[in-house]
Nanobody
Framework: QVQVAESGGGLVQPGGSLRLSCVASGSIARIPVMGWYRQAPGKEREFVAFASDAETSHTDSLKDRFTISRDAAKNTAYLQIDTLIPEDTAVYYC???????????????WGQGTQVTVSS
């Protein structure tokens, strides 16, 4: 089995920054892709960014303030969020597209989410 855990959320004032972390652990051979979604109150979950072995991608509306990065050796992904605005208030979910040991099955695992609240 594989576990995915996010951290780094919290209450921040408008204009501030946060760095979210996501760590995957368990029966992992390799993780080709890790990424982030978010879900604001009363809204559907929306894609934020992903980082694969070859590239990163961000939602166009967020790419000026959101930056995803990975440390593949640590099975970790990060989401740097700058110039936070109240509309960024949401639960941020990380996922890991995992190739597992020993049978090399491939499955997507999700974390429980970390709350980000932007308010003065």
């Amino acid at each position: 089995q594989v576990q995915v855990a996010e951290s780094g959320g919290g209450l921040v004032q408008p204009g501030g920054s946060l760095r979210l972390s996501c760590v995957a652990s368990g029966s992992i051979a390799r993780i080709p892709v890790m990424g982030w979604y978010r879900q604001a109150p009363g809204k559907e979950r929306e894609f934020v960014a992903f980082a694969s072995d070859a590239e990163t991608s961000h939602t166009d509306s967020l790419k000026d303030r959101f930056t995803i990065s990975r440390d593949a050796a640590k099975n970790t992904a990060y989401l740097q969020i700058d110039t936070l605005i109240p509309e960024d208030t949401a639960v941020y979910y990380c996922y890991a597209d995992v190739i597992m040991t020993p049978m090399r099955d491939r499955q997507v695992y999700w974390g429980q989410g970390t709350q980000v609240t932007v308010s003065s």
